[in-house]
């Protein structure tokens, strides 16, 4: 009986699944978008890649690089304009993610840097400090590793060289399942991120319908091959190699990736040092956009 009832749900789910509507979740007062972070398209290769940029265009260049999950003005609108008042501040957006080209088939995070060590070219910056956040923190590592003239300073936010431990057997199910689940119903993990931060009040109430639409915007299979190429990451028998000025900023109650991991990293950088944003989540670039504004202020006019 038990079983029956259990198929019934099932069927009807993927029936609604299929035929049903989409319904957003309800929002309550104005809407509005983040920003301004303005971008345009450049192209590099075969492909175009949103780059977005504010600040004096004849400033010094900052190259800031967004995670996994979020473009670069979901990850940045709130510390890009705290460091943009006398630099130019860029930001790309990811390898299919955002507004840049989705580039089918599978990808490492090294050609995620190799693309930025392009658009960077492109747009006609030689060298700048770089800072990477979560998996732009690894992209970040490795582009210090593969292209060390292009990276200047370095500073990675709630990031690792090697921020999965456990085994491969133990992961791979179940992202595999997680992108079964999402070809079947897209809207699964936005929802369970869009609940997260709302419930956490790190997105706003005015920018919750702008939220949805960006969680929803991603193509499924791009979405978990970054998830795969994260996975696959570890910088960690290069790491001593990276010879520039590194800082780490490290929230110290991170529950994605844990904050021995991202202190284990910093140690094993030649010249780093070490900010910590006590009782700050992984998402700390949205919670605490000040403190990390001013770590990497400080930390560049060093």
Known sequence: ??????????????????????????????????????????????????????????????????????????????????????????????????????????????????????????????RAPVVGYSMGGMVAQALAHRHPGVVERLVLAATAAHPVR????????????GRALARIDRFIAPRIAYRYLTATEVIPPEHRAWLWEALLDRDVDLYYESGFAILRFDGSPWLAGIDVPTLSIVPTADQLIPARYQRETAAGLPDNEVVEIEGGRHEAVLTHPEEVAKAIGEFLTR
């Open 1 to 126: 009986m038990m079983r029956r009832i259990g198929a019934l749900g099932v069927g009807a789910w993927v029936l609604w699944r299929l035929f049903g509507p989409e319904v957003p979740p309800r929002t309550i007062g104005v809407q509005t978008r983040p920003g301004p972070l303005p971008g345009r398209l450049v192209t590099v290769g075969r492909h175009e890649f949103l780059v977005r940029e504010i600040g004096p265009a004849d400033g010094p260049p900052l190259v800031l690089i967004h995670g996994w999950v979020y473009d670069s003005l979901a990850t940045w609108h709130r510390v890009a304009p705290l460091l943009a008042e006398e630099r130019r501040v860029l930001t790309v957006d990811l390898h299919g993610h955002g507004g840049t080209d989705r580039i089918r088939g599978r990808h490492d995070l090294a050609d995620m840097a190799d693309d930025v060590a392009g658009v960077l070219a492109t747009v006609g910056v030689s």
């Open 166 to 177: 456990l085994p491969r057997w133990a992961t791979v199910p179940t992202f595999v399942a």
